[in-house]
């Protein structure tokens, strides 16, 4: 924005100086021809007085009493040419040939007197005129530019502040009030932004709240009923009361599991920012572990491991959780040999590390490329949850997951990095 800015303004300066600077340099032009005009007409009238005063007495008209006018206004050198009566002329100063510039005064009784401005000291004056216009535009240009730059700036630094507390925002955390930027609308978006962001929290905590109270009213039921089943496939003797009671207990168990995951999931989102993780150690958990299939699969896993450095804002458990979806996928739809590689990134604001799950398979279908994140879609025989749930496990922690590249296809995990 700050270049749009800049920019802006230069174009304002720059037709400030053509509509201005234009006009003043035509109209100084044009004043310095008629200061010239104005000193050789007082000098052919000098020239006029002074030669008819000797005439007058009886002198001589000579070549001594002219050179005195030739240099008498130093900003015009002229040359004086004097025509007597009796036919004879009288003439000093340099050469004037082809100037417009012309003094003439003369008697009735023949004498007459022309003074020619020189050409060259013309030119350089309006040569003077025109590099003190062209210098003053250049300076108006650079000052122009200087002010836009600051200006640009000075709007830009509140927009990026606000655009990394919406970043904030967006990964759970409440952003603080800034301090005032001097842009009432900035300020006023800001204003905004605190308010929804307190009221997106108090509803979430009602959320936790809820989902938290819920799973805790139903655990003690679904044990209870649990045990009962337990007890009933433990003390019949009829295999089609065990089977129905098997049945029957296998849903409670897959419910409670249910229940304990969002009774984890309340506890998540409502526990102390994440301390820093180092990287390298999830990633060596999960190469250990997934080598094994994917070795069973004649498939090679490569798992480029960043140095201990590089540390990332995130549970353990939830990026694991992601990355082993992102493992299965590729070792389920993808072919060939799968790479997870790390690499710093700071696009969209703040200082983000990528980490990179790719693979030589045939990709991702066109047709599931912009619903490859929605539940129960699937390119194959599965549920079509776990690309969704680990998009949801990332989001939690303030990341973001996305298909970077559908051929081949290549699948993004952006974690905040470390400060």
Known sequence: MHRRV??????????????????????????????????????????????????????????????EHTQRDGRWPASVVVDLPDGSSVDAGPDTSGSSVVGRAGTADGLAVTVTAARGSLWAADAQLVVLVAG????????????????????????????????RLGSGQVPTTPPPS????????????????GQLQARLAVERQFASDASHQLRTPLTALSMRLEEVLATTSEPAVAA????????????????????????LQASTPR????????????????????????????????SPAVRVVVGAGPLAQALAVLLENSLVHGGGTTRVRVRAS?????????????????????????????RSVSGASGTGLGLPLARDLITAEGGRLELARMRPATFAVFLRAAP
Not at 9 to 31: Q, R, S
């Open 6 to 67: 800049q920019a802006a303004t230069m174009a304002a300066v720059v037709l400030a100086v053509l509509l201005l600077g234009l006009p003043l340099c035509v109209a100084g032009l044009v004043l310095q021809t008629e200061q010239a005009r104005t000193s050789v007409q007082v000098r052919a009238d000098a020239v006029l007085a002074a030669a008819s005063s000797r005439l007058a007495v009886g002198g001589r008209v000579d070549r001594a009493l002219l050179e």
């Open 136 to 167: 003053l535009a250049a300076g108006a240009v650079a000052a122009g530019s200087a002010v836009g730059l600051v200006q640009g700036r000075r709007l830009v630094r509140p927009l990026e502040d606000l655009a990394e507390r919406a970043e």
């Open 182 to 197: 001097g842009v009432e609308e900035v300020d006023s978006v800001a204003q905004a932004l605190v308010r929804s962001a």
């Open 244 to 267: 129905e009671a098997q049945v029957a207990l296998e849903q409670v168990e897959r419910l409670s599991g249910v229940v304990d995951d969002l009774l984890a999931r309340a506890r």
């Open 275 to 306: 301390e820093p993780l180092v990287l390298a150690t999830v990633l060596e958990q999960q190469r250990a572990e997934w080598r094994p299939a994917y070795e069973r699969a004649r498939r090679d896993l490569v798992v480029s491991a960043p």
């Open 346 to 374: 700071s696009e969209r604001g703040g200082d983000w590390v990528v980490l990179e799950v790719d693979d030589d398979g045939p990709g991702v279908p066109p047709q599931l490329g912009g619903r490859i994140f929605e």
